[in-house]
């Protein structure tokens, strides 16, 4: 698992975390690493296609990555795993929900818009690779009444999406906490 997880790290993500990071992932009771992976036939190994990973701080998740393969992107798993993120922060009772996205990835700020996370501040020159910004992203309501009702819009949101790819979500999903 960790060697596919390093190699969709680098390919997406610019090697942003080391094996010893993810290492930590596992280990740590206050991470969530979740995972979508196929596996078409039993004999050859499962292939990861995204991952997530949330740290529970207090009464917060602080998202901290987010990556499909780019050959399975547009094809609703983003959302699939934005939402089992959000959900496994609803189900541990965390009331809200940030993160941080470089100011020109319109892709990903795209998908944390539809999921309620709004704009409350830049730090400038915040990544030390492009020299780009980070745009301050918050979620305030996971512990609000209506939000259960959300993630259930977003899960048939994401499942119909991945169905129309022809994609089973459940069986995808795999939670490694
Ligand atoms: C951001 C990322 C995770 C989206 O994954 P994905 O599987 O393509 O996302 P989905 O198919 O679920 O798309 C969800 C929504 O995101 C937005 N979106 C995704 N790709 C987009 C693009 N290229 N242009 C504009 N909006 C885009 C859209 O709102 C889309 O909804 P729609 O398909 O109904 O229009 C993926 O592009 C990725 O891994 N990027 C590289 C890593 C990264 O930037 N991670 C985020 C770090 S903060």
Same mark, same amino acid.
């Given at each position: 698992?960790?060697?596919?997880?390093?190699?969709?790290?680098?390919?997406?993500?610019?090697?942003?975390?080391?094996?010893?990071?993810?290492?930590?992932?596992?280990?740590?009771?206050?991470?969530?690493?979740?995972?979508?992976?196929?596996?078409?036939?039993?004999? *050859?190994?499962?292939?990861?296609?995204?991952? *997530?990973?949330?740290?529970?701080? *207090?009464?917060?998740?602080?998202?901290?990555?987010?990556?499909?393969?780019?050959?399975?992107?547009?094809?609703?798993?983003?959302?699939?795993?934005?939402?089992?993120?959000?959900?496994?922060?609803?189900?541990?009772?965390?009331?809200?929900?940030?993160?941080? *996205?470089?100011?020109?990835?319109?892709?990903?700020?795209?998908?944390?818009?539809?999921?309620?996370?709004?704009?409350?501040?830049?730090?400038?020159?915040?990544?030390?690779?492009?020299?780009?910004?980070?745009?301050?992203?918050?979620?305030?309501?996971?512990?609000?009444?209506?939000?259960?009702?959300?993630?259930?819009?977003?899960?048939?949101?994401?499942?119909?999406?991945?169905?129309?790819?022809?994609?089973?979500?459940?069986?995808?999903?795999?939670?490694?906490?």
């Amino acid at each position: 698992m960790l060697p596919q997880v390093l190699s969709l790290d680098r390919l997406c993500l610019g090697g942003l975390w080391s094996e010893a990071g993810y290492r930590r992932e596992f280990d740590s009771p206050n991470s969530d690493l979740l995972a979508l992976w196929y596996q078409e036939d039993p004999m *050859v190994q499962a292939q990861l296609l995204g991952f *997530v990973c949330l740290w529970a701080i *207090v009464e917060e998740a602080h998202i901290t990555l987010l990556a499909v393969h780019p050959r399975y992107r547009r094809q609703g798993m983003g959302q699939a795993l934005l939402w089992a993120a959000l959900q496994s922060a609803h189900d541990r009772g965390l009331e809200r929900a940030t993160l941080e *996205v470089e100011a020109d990835n319109l892709p990903a700020q795209q998908l944390y818009k539809k999921f309620g996370f709004r704009e409350i501040g830049r730090r400038r020159n915040y990544y030390p690779k492009t020299g780009g910004d980070a745009i301050i992203l918050w979620n305030n309501r996971l512990h609000k009444p209506d939000f259960a009702t959300l993630l259930e819009k977003w899960y048939q949101t994401a499942d119909a999406q991945l169905a129309s790819a022809a994609w089973q979500l459940t069986p995808l999903l795999h939670k490694r906490s």
